[in-house]
């Protein structure tokens, strides 16, 4: 059989015997939501673990209400929902005085008042104050230790808040299992080290796309949104093209949970066995624009592969590695066992996505077909191919003619789960 694997602007093309491939995932193509307002609004009047959320505001009156939303890093496809949401706040006897928006940038940089337009509309901007959350500012409010010992450091705003909002998406996430829900406040508005020492959790075998069970990362983040307590949560549902397609509100634990299950059932791709092999493309320009982009295909089908089995990667990455931490780190170590030797308490935010890579080459040789320098590619502990047949010519040497593969022609936000 022959298919056309996204390479850039352009394709390559996989030539294997039919008995080689045990099937080809693709991801559900599901539909944005018709009508948001409306769904939303019916989500805030009937929330999931608690009253409405104007009865809620009703009873506590807050004097600083304060309401979370992502940066732009974040798949964020439903402009309006901050107005929807103010609307009904405004049903109370809150005015807009007492209301202002925190963006939970995390370790990002700060967005621009344009880059927030963009996102959340005119409307918002024109009638709130929104405030770039800063990871090192110096006037974080300490809120003690947690029990891994990490000290939680919160934003100034957000500490002083006496009703507390969040607003997020839930999508797999390849080392906190699911992004959402509590993420708004560990990383969102935490300070620097805060974040450095959950984010170095990645090199426990748990931290993984879509694990939340034994999860170092996952669980630190819920105790740190407990500590900090957050009095109502809105998370979102998108498809692979970013369009809104379902709203959970309510209570933060059970609004996460729900939506979590909600995408492993309508949003993931089934597979009943292990291959020796994985095909992926990252789905050609832009999502393959650099490695840094690109690696989360690895991490995405890494539970699809066999221990000692093997990825091939297509990405062209005419931007090279995209990610300075990263390659630095990959560049800085000999092997694997160098990478995993650096103590815990050493990996910076940023680093971590060598890890990630890390973890993936415990598990399988990775095949990197890509415009990168073959040098580079090796010093990066990715072994570089310059066509699939030669991808094929390894596969043979390795496995032998009766290996079994899968075969994932866009990786990017590939969601594998396992028929039980």
Not at 11 to 29: A, Q, R, T
Not at 274 to 292: E, H
Request: net charge positive; charged share 25%.
């Amino acid at each position: 059989m022959h298919i056309k694997l996204k390479y850039g602007i352009g394709y390559k093309e996989l030539g294997i015997p039919l008995k080689n491939v045990i099937d080809i995932l693709k991801l559900k193509s599901i539909h944005g939501n018709e009508n948001p307002d409306q769904l939303v609004k019916e989500k805030l009047n009937s929330p999931i673990g608690t009253e409405p959320l104007s009865k809620l505001i009703d009873k506590k009156n807050p004097k600083n209400l304060v309401i979370l939303v992502s940066d732009q890093t974040r798949p964020f496809p439903y402009k309006k929902l901050p107005k929807v949401l103010v609307d009904e706040i405004f049903l109370t006897n809150i005015k807009k005085g007492r209301i202002r928006f925190v963006i939970a940038n995390g370790t990002h940089r700060k967005m621009t008042e344009n880059e927030i337009r963009s996102l959340y509309g005119n409307w918002v901007v024109d009638n709130f104050n929104f405030e770039n959350h800063d990871c090192r500012a110096n006037n974080l409010v300490y809120y003690g230790k947690m029990k891994s010992g990490n000290e939680l450091w919160i934003n100034k705003t957000v500490a002083n808040a006496d009703f507390l909002i969040t607003i997020g998406v839930i999508v797999p996430h390849y080392f906190a299992g699911f992004s959402g829900g509590r993420k708004s406040i560990l990383p969102g508005v935490c300070g620097y080290e805060t974040i450095r020492a959950n984010h170095s959790n990645i090199i426990y075998d748990n931290a993984k796309l879509g694990r939340l069970k034994g999860n170092p990362v996952h669980l630190e983040m819920c105790e740190a949104a407990h500590k900090v307590g957050i009095d109502f949560c809105v998370n979102m549902v998108v498809n692979n093209k970013d369009e809104f397609v379902q709203c959970f509100a309510g209570d933060i634990d059970k609004v996460f949970q729900t939506g979590v299950e909600y995408f492993k059932r309508d949003h993931s791709v089934k597979f009943n066995q292990l291959a020796d092999v994985v095909f992926v493309s990252a789905g050609g320009y832009p999502k393959d624009v650099d490695l840094n982009l690109s690696r989360k295909c690895a991490n995405n089908v890494f539970d699809l592969t066999k221990q000692g089995g093997t990825i091939v990667l297509v990405a062209e990455c005419i931007d090279g590695v995209g990610q300075d931490e990263m390659e630095r780190i990959l560049l800085s170590v000999k092997n694997l066992d160098a990478l995993f030797a650096i103590k815990k308490e050493d990996i910076q935010v940023d680093e971590h996505r060598a890890f990630g890579i890390g973890k993936c080459l415990k598990k399988a040789d990775i095949l990197f077909l890509s415009s990168m320098n073959p040098e580079k590619v090796k010093e990066l502990h990715l072994i570089p191919m310059s066509s699939l047949k030669d991808c094929i010519n390894f596969i043979l040497k390795k496995h032998n003619k009766n290996y079994k593969s899968y075969i994932v022609p866009d990786g990017l936000k590939f969601f594998p789960v396992l028929k039980k």
